[in-house]
């Protein structure tokens, strides 16, 4: 039975005890049958809607601890049982008590049921944006498929207004794309051939054919909905704090009780039920449900918020972390830079030079093997067959061509090398052009030079000054070489730049800067893996390798740099959030609980155990409303 369903019970059933109360003191108004039909009301209520509350009391106290359900469940239990002892003897029954605080802790439990529903929802409406049938060719006939059926390197088909079906590459036609599902962007992005898309995104003016190359659970919007529901679920370090403190609170506060009531019953010389009243009203204000709610609902509101924007939080550690963060580190290609190079200048005989360095850099997947490709593939040259091919990390490649030792790499490549004054001087006038420098030889010669340049993002200026503003320190980790990183990092506001970094020290540097702060490594590629696991914080670009996305604790959907910024400052906006929310818990309890047992009654200020379930319902709601507030957050 839902908590909703129990709720309304519960106020069904105590509603005629509510009406009793309200006319008893206008007429003596009671209900048929007397403290009998109160002792009916309340048995109902205590059996269909205090049932999880007194079950999981049972089972904290079966394995020896207390949580906040021990106290809803004694309060409740104390004030049930003594007007049962109080009906057979012929005295006033307090069983409105017991039913009243059951219907307002099932009210704050209907808020808290109502916000997982509405995340769960979120996630549904997520799946439902998939299509649900898929156009393949099979057979050289186009046949209409479910969705489990499609396989990867299937040909599909896509008309305009349809949905894509999975993830994959263009190879034939040209479309217009709508990515608002996944990027927030409301323009349509133009697609061509070799081009990626992503499942679940509309096709809008063209067809075309795609090869699927992920599906089911590993298409971007499976992994999204994976993300985000791990997410909402997961709990914040903090969390554990909250938890040993709520341990230790729970006893404290029955023995709180306890000492109430003796003092109001021993030493004050009060009756019996009164005594025994402020001990319960004691029990029912300090439950700690708004203590257990601060930080699940801010997690949850705050992910939802992050998914909304294209950013996705792995899980709540995450959201702790990045209010911690003081230095963030940058990859250089690709995250600063477009991570799509071209060649720009070729030093050398052309033809010659670029033959070389295509044939050996045609089976590489680094972004300046590609640009190398692509100028060959332009200006049409054909390719050598490599024999003896060998690849030394960091430096480059060597390999025989036509009996010829062929060499094409950094300067760490050519240190026992020659190379002419005249190449040497065009080496550095191209570096100091911001311009990655490729030399290409034959056994022991510098024969030529391949410049490469790669595109500084158009919003990578402005993220980096973002940060400066969030008093953050800017680092960019990169292999290329010293002048070439500096141009890079002036330009867009670089506070340090570590060069001439190999893909296996990446981690290392990341470790010597975590010694003066907690440290956010942004990256994309499988060599940034290892950082992005080093890093207090990793976030990864969507747009980069599998592993490097499955390394990250954050993953930015859009590929851009300010989303670094957005998640940063979603990270301070939700944990300030979690603080607010348990300060807010801690203070309720240190203003209430003197309150409840009865220190301010002399001025006429006292708590009866129905208000005093009342104002720990409202406490429980408002932590909910302060989590959806920020909903309201700009980040």
Request: with cysteine.
């Amino acid at each position: 039975m839902s908590m909703t369903k129990r709720f309304y019970i519960a106020l069904i059933l105590s509603l005629p005890m509510l009406l009793q109360m309200i006319l008893m003191p206008i007429n003596h108004f009671m209900l048929p049958g007397g403290s009998f039909t109160d002792f009916i009301l309340t048995t109902l209520v205590m059996i269909f809607a205090a049932g999880p509350f007194l079950k999981s009391a049972w089972a904290s106290f079966n394995n020896h601890f207390a949580n906040m359900d021990t106290l809803i469940a004694v309060g409740t239990k104390t004030a049930y049982v003594y007007s049962i002892y109080a009906m057979l003897n012929h005295q006033s029954v307090f069983f409105e008590v017991a039913a009243f605080v059951i219907v307002f802790i099932t009210l704050g439990q209907v808020f808290e049921e109502k916000m997982r529903n509405r995340a769960s929802d979120s996630i549904s409406k997520l799946m439902q944006l998939q299509a649900d049938v898929a156009n393949v060719i099979r057979n050289n006939e186009v046949v209409e498929v479910p969705l489990s059926e499609v396989k990867i390197n299937d040909v599909l088909i896509v008309k305009p207004g349809q949905k894509l079906p999975v993830d994959g590459e263009i190879i034939e036609g040209q479309s217009t794309i709508d990515e608002s599902m996944l990027t927030g962007e409301s323009m349509p992005v133009n697609k061509v051939v070799g081009d990626q898309v992503t499942g679940s995104t509309m096709n809008k003016t063209g067809s075309f054919k795609y090869k699927a190359t992920k599906v089911g659970n590993y298409t971007m919007l499976s992994q999204i909905v994976e993300m985000v529901s791990k997410a909402q679920n997961s709990s914040a370090p903090v969390q554990k704090t909250v938890d040993k403190i709520s341990s230790i609170f729970v006893p404290v506060v029955l023995i709180a009780a306890i000492i109430t009531f003796l003092v109001w019953y021993v030493f004050i010389g009060n009756d019996f039920v009164s005594s025994l009243l402020y001990a319960v009203s004691v029990i029912i204000i300090a439950c700690p449900c708004a203590l257990g709610l601060a930080t699940p609902t801010a997690l949850m509101v705050g992910t939802g918020v992050g998914s909304k924007k294209g950013i996705l939080i792995k899980n709540g550690e995450a959201i702790e972390i990045a209010n911690q963060i003081r230095t963030v580190v940058f990859d250089k290609t690709g995250t600063i830079t477009a991570g799509n190079p071209e060649v720009t200048d070729v030093i050398g005989d052309q033809k010659i030079i670029l033959k070389q360095a295509a044939s050996l850099e045609n089976n590489s997947e680094h972004p300046l093997a590609k640009a190398v490709m692509d100028k060959a593939k332009d200006m049409r040259v054909e390719l050598d067959e490599v024999q003896s091919f060998n690849a030394i990390e960091g430096k480059g490649i060597i390999g025989k061509i036509r009996n010829q030792d062929i060499f094409v790499g950094n300067l760490k490549l050519i240190e026992d090398k020659r190379i002419s004054d005249e190449l040497k001087e065009k080496l550095h006038q191209l570096e100091s052009e911001a311009k990655t420098v490729v030399v290409v030889g034959m056994n022991d010669s510098v024969t030529g030079l391949i410049a490469i340049k790669d595109v500084i993002k158009p919003t990578s200026k402005a993220a980096i000054a973002e940060l400066k503003k969030m008093k953050m320190k800017t680092v960019m980790i990169t292999g290329d070489n010293q002048l070439v990183a500096n141009s890079v990092a002036k330009e867009v506001g670089i506070d340090e730049v570590i060069s001439e970094v190999l893909p296996g020290e990446k981690a290392e540097k990341i470790k010597e800067l975590q010694s003066d702060n907690r440290v956010a490594f942004v990256g994309d590629g499988i060599n940034d893996a290892p950082a992005l696991e080093t890093a207090d914080l990793g976030i990864a670009m969507g747009s980069g390798s599998d592993i490097a996305i499955e390394s990250g604790e954050i993953v930015l959907i859009k590929n851009d740099l300010m989303d670094v910024v957005r998640s940063l400052r979603l990270g301070r906006k939700t944990f300030g959030r979690i603080k607010l929310n348990l300060f807010w818990s801690f203070i309720y309890n240190a203003i209430g609980i003197p309150i409840a047992a009865g220190i301010f009654s002399f001025i006429g200020l006292s708590l009866s155990p129905e208000l005093a379930g009342l104002a720990m319902a409202f406490s429980s709601i408002s932590v909910v409303l302060s989590s959806l507030f920020l909903n309201r957050v700009k980040i």
